[in-house]
């Protein structure tokens, strides 16, 4: 399924709650993220990062070329430190991703708040992770009953989160 009537960088013109009707298969995730990012409605094709406590892989990834992606990165729903900050999404904006989900903290709230860039997170934390690198890239990740399999279509607004069904 493609999102028709998306329109600028990150597709802002549709609404999940109308994709999910035109197309029930979507999958949806049901974890209660915050909108934490200067943009609150963004898609596109999904790149993954699985991690816990070590934010090496997400600078890498967000220091590369996005082409309108969304990094999902699952950090097992850890709260205890953040997995992005302010540097880290400047990044990402100056590599023109469309946004980033994270299933864990962020930290820099105010600055990322200001930043064109999509981000759900489940929190923030002040505490930085650690910056070994350790994890996997591109693999499919799943929380909230929705698989992020990498090359998906992610669509996020204020109502939640929509991916396109594994496979």
Not at 16 to 42: H, I, K, M, N, W
Not at 119 to 131: C, D, F, I, Q, Y
């Amino acid at each position: 399924m493609t999102a028709a009537g998306t329109a600028g960088p990150g597709g802002s013109g549709f609404t999940t709650c109308d994709l999910y009707d035109a197309d029930e298969s979507l999958q949806s995730c049901s974890v209660p993220f915050q909108d934490l990012g200067g943009r609150v409605r963004f898609t596109g094709p999904v790149r993954t990062i699985r991690c816990h406590r070590d934010n090496g892989l997400v600078k890498r990834v967000l220091n590369s070329p996005g082409e309108g992606a969304v990094l999902v990165v699952d950090g097992r729903g850890s709260l205890e430190s953040a997995l992005m900050g302010d540097l880290i999404a400047a990044a990402a904006v100056e590599n023109g991703w469309a946004g980033v989900v994270v299933h864990g903290a962020i930290r820099d709230r105010a600055v990322v708040a200001t930043l064109d860039l999509g981000v759900k997170a489940l929190g923030s934390n002040p505490r930085k992770s650690a910056k070994d690198g350790a994890g996997e890239v591109d693999v499919p990740v799943e929380f909230g009953g929705a698989v992020f399999t990498p090359g998906a279509t992610l669509w996020a607004d204020e109502d939640g989160i929509l991916v396109t069904p594994a496979g």
